[in-house]
């Protein structure tokens, strides 16, 4: 089992920047990838980002591409998600996500096993 707990989120304005956390505990930080999901009122859920379990390899929606940039850290078991140039479409509940499937990133873009409470993220025009 992992335990996943999301911070950061709030109110920007576009074009800010916001930078989400996740804390995760329960098991070996390196037996698992992780990744970013959201979802917008409304809508479906929606891939942001994977990253293996050494960081080393990442995976990005086309959408926000450029703008995102996923990291990791074992020294604290976190997880990072740093976002700039934000636009009001990016507004949603952010997810963090866990899974110890060793297979290519993008076959997680259907989901993960493991997901934090999310973190609401709004982006004002």
């Known amino acids: 089992q992992v335990h996943l707990v999301e911070s950061g989120g709030g109110l920007v304005q576009a074009g800010g920047s916001l930078r989400l956390s996740c804390a995760a505990s329960?098991?070996?930080?390196?037996?698992?990838?992780m990744g970013w999901f959201r979802q917008a009122p409304g809508k479906e859920r929606e891939f942001v980002v994977a990253v293996n379990w050494n960081g080393r390899e990442t995976y990005y929606a086309d959408s926000v591409k450029g703008r995102f940039t996923i990291s990791r850290h074992s020294a604290d078991d976190t997880m990072y998600l740093q976002m700039n140039s934000l636009k009001p479409e990016d507004t949603a509940v952010y997810y963090c996500?866990?899974?110890?499937?060793?297979?290519?990133?993008?076959?997680?873009?259907?989901?993960?096993?493991?997901w934090g409470n999310g973190t609401l993220v709004t982006v004002s025009s």
């Open positions: 996500t866990a899974d110890f499937r060793i297979v290519p990133l993008a076959t997680f873009l259907y989901g993960m096993d493991y």
């Open positions: 329960g098991r070996l930080f390196s037996e698992y990838a």
